[in-house]
T-cell receptor
Framework: KAGVTQTPRYLIKTRGQQVTLSCSPISGHRSVSWYQQTPGQGLQFLFE???????NKGNFPGRFSGRQFSNSRSEMNVSTLELGDSALYLCASSPEDRDPKVFGPGTRLTVL | GNSVTQMEGPVTLSEEAFLTINCTYT??????LFWYVQYPGEGLQLLLK?????DKGSNKGFEATYRKETTSFHLEKGSVQVSDSAVYFC???????????FGTGTSLTVIP
């Protein structure tokens, strides 16, 4: 069974640009969550989608957005990148509520 | 609200030493509790879980018991190995199962 895949694995952007990250959950998993991981702030919850609907959103500015497609694949977008957006972005999926989340390897975003 | 508090790191131990990483939580209702491990350059992997009071989760020699009376879920291992060097995250899933709350992570280094 394939795991959670995230593309790209590494990304370098400059301030002001925008970026789109992709996450393919494990087949059959309907919940997809996104997290930002930085050395200073640790793991911070961005948002969670279930069957194409955003159910929860963390405390991030509107520059951070996401969506989920009918095949459960999800994308997150960050517009007008700032230096502080440099982080490891982790995607996690689970079959149903209360199931443990399975994490992907992450996308390492560097903003110059 | 819901939150998880982990002991501060980093923790450095000699091989075969006993490991305890403390984790306490605040939650409404009956959360599920988890320990995740992150090896360098990788995403988070589920290490063990417990879904109700007095449950003991165990995996790869690690154990944690869900203690409702002390709101704790401490991670223990009797004899650590160099390969256990990683960052360990305690997490809870609230009663809805929609959202996970992570601790700040505890870095463990095991030296030969």
């Amino acid at each position: 069974k394939a795991g959670v895949t995230q593309t790209p694995r590494y990304l370098i952007k400059t301030r002001g640009q925008q970026v789109t990250l992709s996450c393919s959950p494990i087949s059959g998993h309907r919940s997809v969550s996104w997290y930002q991981q930085t050395p200073g702030q640790g793991l911070q919850f961005l948002f969670e989608y279930f069957s194409e609907t955003q159910r929860n959103k963390g405390n991030f500015p509107g520059r951070f957005s996401g969506r989920q497609f009918s095949n459960s694949r999800s994308e997150m977008n960050v517009s007008t990148l700032e230096l502080g957006d440099s982080a490891l972005y982790l995607c996690a999926s689970s079959p149903e509520d209360r199931d443990p989340k399975v994490f992907g390897p992450g996308t390492r975003l560097t903003v110059l | 609200g819901n939150s998880v508090t982990q002991m501060e790191g980093p923790v450095t131990l000699s091989e075969e030493a006993f490991l305890t990483i403390n984790c306490t939580y605040t939650a409404t209702g009956y959360p599920s509790l988890f320990w995740y491990v992150q090896y360098p350059g990788e995403g988070l992997q589920l290490l063990l879980k417990a879904t109700k009071a007095d449950d003991k989760g165990s995996n790869k020699g690690f154990e944690a018991t869900y203690r409702k009376e002390t709101t704790s879920f401490h991670l223990e291992k009797g004899s650590v190995q160099v390969s256990d060097s990683a960052v360990y995250f305690c997490a809870l899933s609230d009663w809805t199962g929609n959202q996970f709350y992570f601790g700040t992570g505890t870095s463990l280094t095991v030296i030969p």
